[in-house]
């Protein structure tokens, strides 16, 4: 069975990803190689590329819409009313409302992402600026009835994270205990098995991706792995049970296991995974059956075990940090203690091979490091997550927490969130949700870096749009740097 690294041996389609490629009718799929080169229905490159882009970012939204409406039903509450109006800033709410992407504000958002699908086939939309307006649409549905949403109704149900000390990397695996490993990102499953597995002296319960994160923050359980190194977990071969929930679990799980004895268990019944046992999870009572029973594999499963010791590292890091943390910030600024704050976040995609983490350093010194999801994984185990400088928030969708400290912090000045140094900087996107988040922030009127390009071509009208024509709407811009140094350059100067 080939692993990651392997995998990756095999390059990413060239025409994929500069967006040359367009699939979305049974004439095609029609490769745009020339610069005049169109479709066959006539599309030409900038169509074709920003078509690609809203469905990417309707296909994020729906992943983080998607996990606010599953702890609604977990939790058997209603949709809140008019949640985007309670939450943004009134002059964006006027300013969206002008430009049309205002989103419906009641369930109808689900509808929204399906008019991006229909708005993105075969003979509909063909204006590129429209159409990526409309992804600036599908960010502010993502940011407010994703991002916020999940992030609000995680803290009621379980609590708000609390600052404190963790650990995390490889090493947290115990030989000494009975390991369950919890994966994905809606974590009302790994929350009860949390809970559970208290009640045994012998189980070490440890996260992974965005549910992980979510543990650390919020209980200080420790977090094993980022998306790369899932695989990694089981290959320790101390991993009695991986269960897992939605989002960013890679099928190759499934054959890894087979190569050890970790059983491979899935919760989440729009994730299933062949090879895999369903245990379905709809509400806290089948959670609590479910943890109970996976408590219980776990145990008879450790008789399985091969191998009998194991070490690795593990780093101790700081976490827990919320948006309360806005008024330090805010005086810091104040006082000039720091010269603005870059928020650090997404994925970890491993294409990306250049060194973002000194150039991270370098900038703590002058500015606050606010950091969320598989970079702060990765800037923990740098050793950079120290609480003073750089600051843990969480899972991905806690990077509602961001946007609610950049909001406070613009409130109190009495300023537009446009107005203050805040950038984003995602510098290994993998996941579409990490676009969409991309797409929230640009709403916001906060520049965006991507450090990878997200199926763009270099000096195209869509890049073009994204980087000059959005800052006359929103005075923010997506831009594309993927030198570390001079992304250095241009945040200094
Ligand atoms: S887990 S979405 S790879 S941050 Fe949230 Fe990591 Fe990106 Fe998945």
């Known amino acids: ?128 600026q429209d159409l990526l307006k409309t992804a600036v649409k599908l960010g502010i549905i993502d940011g407010y009835l994703g991002l916020y949403l999940a992030t609000e109704l995680e803290d009621k149900l379980y609590g708000k994270p609390k600052v404190r000390e963790g650990v995390l990397d490889l090493g947290v695996i115990r030989d000494d205990k009975i390991n369950i490993a919890v994966h994905g990102h809606e974590p009302m499953f790994a929350e009860e098995i949390v809970k559970e597995a208290k009640k045994h002296k012998n189980i070490n319960v440890v996260g992974v991706c965005c549910t992980g994160a979510s543990l650390l923050a919020k209980h200080g359980v420790p977090l094993a792995a980022n998306v790369i190194l899932q695989e990694n977990v089981i290959a320790t071969g101390m991993v009695e049970i991986m269960a897992v929930d939605a989002q960013c679990v890679m099928p190759s799980l499934v054959d890894i296991c087979e190569c050890y004895h970790t059983r491979l268990i899935t919760t989440n019944s729009i994730a299933k995974i062949s090879g895999a046992t369903h245990m379905p999870v709809t509400d806290r009572e089948s959670a609590n059956i479910v943890a109970k029973k996976i408590i219980k594999l776990a145990i008879e499963n450790r008789k399985k075990r091969k191998r009998t010791s194991f070490s690795a590292k593990k ?157 006359k709407h929103f005075k923010s811009r997506i831009f594309f740097e993927r030198d570390p140094k001079l992304f250095y350059k241009k945040i200094v100067e």
């Open 1 to 128: 069975m080939k692993r990651l690294n392997e995998r990756l041996e095999k390059r990413p389609c060239q025409i994929g990803l500069e967006s040359r490629c367009c699939k979305n009718c049974l004439m095609g799929p029609c490769i745009l190689i020339n610069k005049d080169d169109v479709g066959a229905c006539g599309a030409n490159a900038d169509v074709v590329s920003a078509r690609n882009i809203v469905r990417f970012t309707a296909a994020g939204a729906s992943n983080h819409t998607g996990h606010a409406e599953h702890i609604l039903q977990f939790t058997k509450k209603k949709f809140p009313e008019k949640y985007i109006d309670k939450k943004a800033p009134k002059y964006l709410l006027k300013l969206w409302k002008q430009l049309g992407i205002l989103p419906s504000v009641k369930h109808e958002h689900f509808k929204e992402i399906s008019e991006a699908f229909h708005a993105t086939s075969f003979g509909v939309n063909a204006d590129y």
């Open 315 to 471: 780093e101790k890091v700081i976490v827990g940090f919320d948006e309360r943390i806005a008024d330090s910030l805010h005086k810091q600024l104040k006082e000039k203690k720091i010269k603005g704050i870059i928020a650090v976040i997404g994925c970890r995609n491993p294409r990306v091979t250049e060194d973002w983490i000194s150039v991270y350093r370098k900038l703590s010194k002058d500015y606050a490091i606010l950091t969320t999801g598989c970079m702060a994984f990765e800037l923990g185990k740098a050793g950079m997550l120290d609480g003073r400088r750089v600051f843990h928030v969480g899972s991905c969708i806690n990077n509602a927490r961001i946007a609610e400290i950049f909001k406070r912090i613009a409130d109190k000045e009495k300023k537009e969130i446009t107005d203050l140094p805040f950038i984003i900087s995602a510098p290994a996107p993998l996941s579409e949700k990490c676009v969409a988040i991309g797409f929230f922030f640009a709403a916001l009127g906060t520049d965006v870096h991507f450090g990878y390009p997200m199926m763009i071509k270099t000096n195209s009208n869509v890049e073009n749009f994204l980087a000059n024509v959005l800052k």
